[in-house]
């Protein structure tokens, strides 16, 4: 496809390489949380908002994870290279969720009581796996600004980011346990296929290679 | 709420009136787990609509000397109605303050005079696919069955309701009659029942079969018996403090009912019995 890039991705191309794109794609992704701030201080979160509120937080973390993976095989195959502008931003939004995410769920759940926190990380599985994904995260946002790629070496960088993957993994199987209880598994297995047909693309792709 | 109206005269039994602060009706009508509809806690709200709670029948049955049919008409007068302001605590870590209306099920019990060989009681919610979009999920098996032993359903705490705040039961509260165990987390109480069962072996309840280890047969409110994946030390009381930003509440043993029902279980090793 290489040279002979069709006519329609040239225009998404366009579009992406905008001068506009990476503030509108700010703006939109800045939306969950606002919309969710709004909820909460208007009491639109249902009868227990504590968990609404973490909950959503949860699922909007797993949303942008499937983003930001999506961002490589899209470009590939439908020949936008200009989506690659916005993976870093999508990348730290994963990051922002995540962190609000655990952080509501110590204020909410546990009332900042560290010791507390510390302790059903300890006991409770389920918590563990989702904070042992947001620890995966900090090294990938602290690394995420032009000064530490050129520092680590693009090699070393890249490889260092391939964490992303096990971060997929552990959010999956995070969610996947929370839902145990409940046997209620149709939408863990919704984000499961998706991240786990975007990881097999490029496995397949380097098998192929 | 607008639904018919149920009153009941205020009980004078002991421990049955708390006098905490009432959950409002819509959060105890919009926040709930009935998975016949859905296992979102809002689903029940709006799909129970589907829910024919009349004409309505119970076969109470098993080892019984008197196996009967009731219908719905029947059980309303089978005692005097009377109002009890429970708390409720799921198992998932919240609690709400309801005003049931209802009768003792020791009532409904005496009618049918058990065998000296039962020893526990099963109760199965309906479980029909044209009024029940739920049933189409596997997430439990279905019909959702639930049990208590002999001498829990006798006591007079162990309420048979046909109404909350007044009224007949919303369906999505599980109309027109279920059971409320005040002690024990309200995965206990089954909605919308439609058989009652006598048995001489533990029965084998929905949650119990689904989840073994996460789910004992008993599953009285224990503070200090975890659940596998959370604490169930403290627990949220719904619409306290708006919501958010209220402190959470200790959950006490039996649920606060231990005056009245801790001797059910004397000697009893409840970190194995859960």
């Given at each position: 496809m290489d040279g002979t890039v069709p006519r329609r991705a040239s225009r998404v191309n366009g579009w992406l390489g905008h001068r506009s794109a990476k503030p509108i794609a700010f703006v939109l992704a800045c939306l969950p949380f606002a919309w969710l701030v709004f909820a909460a201080f208007t009491d639109r979160?249902?009868?227990n908002p504590a968990e609404a509120l973490i909950r959503s937080l949860g699922e909007w973390t797993l949303r942008f994870l499937v983003l930001v993976l999506a961002i490589t095989p899209l470009r590939t195959t439908l020949g936008?290279?200009?989506?690659?502008?916005l993976r870093r931003m999508v990348g730290l939004f994963v990051f922002f969720y995540a962190c609000i995410h655990l952080l509501a769920y110590a204020a909410?759940?546990?009332?900042?009581?560290l010791a507390a926190v510390a302790a059903d990380v300890i006991k409770r599985p389920f918590i563990l796996v989702g904070f042992l994904a947001w620890l995966l995260l900090l090294p990938l946002a602290a690394t995420s600004f032009n000064r530490a790629i050129r520092a680590l070496g693009a090699r070393r960088w890249q490889w260092l980011h391939r964490l992303v993957y096990m971060i997929a993994v552990l959010a999956v199987l995070h969610f996947f346990w929370m839902r145990s209880g409940k046997n209620n598994f149709a939408e863990v297995g919704v984000y499961a296929a998706i991240l786990g047909s975007l990881l097999a693309w490029r496995l397949w792709r380097r098998l192929r290679a | 709420g607008k639904l018919g109206s149920l009153p009941g005269k205020?009980?004078?039994?002991?421990?049955?009136?708390?006098m905490e602060a009432l959950t409002s009706y819509d959060d105890a009508s919009s926040y709930?787990?009935?998975?016949?509809?859905?296992?979102?806690?809002s689903d029940p709200a709006s799909y129970a609509k589907t829910l024919k709670p009349r004409p309505w029948t119970v076969a109470v049955e098993g080892l019984v000397n008197k196996p009967t049919t009731f219908d719905l008409d029947a059980l309303l007068k089978l005692s005097p109605m009377e109002e009890r302001v429970y708390r409720l605590r799921c198992v998932e870590g919240w609690s709400m303050v309801i005003p049931w209306v209802g009768y003792s099920l020791s009532e409904l019990i005496k009618q049918v005079q058990p065998q000296g060989s039962a020893k526990f009681v099963e109760f199965v919610t309906l479980a029909d696919p044209k009024q029940m979009p739920g049933l189409r999920s596997s997430v439990l098996g279905w019909p959702y069955v639930e049990g208590l032993r002999l001498d829990e359903a006798m006591h007079p705490l162990t309420l048979l309701a046909f109404g909350m705040y007044g009224e007949v039961l919303p369906n999505q509260n599980g109309a027109p009659l279920r059971l409320v165990v005040p002690w024990k987390y309200g995965f206990k109480s089954g909605k919308s029942l439609v058989k009652i069962r006598f048995t001489d072996k533990e029965p084998r309840t929905a949650w119990n079969v689904a989840a073994p280890q996460e789910y004992g047969f008993y599953s009285n409110v224990n503070p200090e018996v975890s659940h596998p994946r959370w604490s169930q030390a403290t627990e949220r009381r719904i619409g306290e403090g708006s919501g958010l930003f209220a402190k959470r509440r200790q959950t006490l043993m039996f649920n606060g009912y231990a005056p009245q029902v801790g001797q059910l279980y004397a000697g009893m090793d409840l970190r194995k019995l859960y």
């Open positions: 979160l249902g009868a936008w290279p200009a989506l690659l502008r909410f759940d546990m009332e900042f009581d | 205020r009980s004078t039994l002991d421990g049955a009136v708390t709930n787990n009935f998975y016949e509809f859905g296992t979102d806690k």
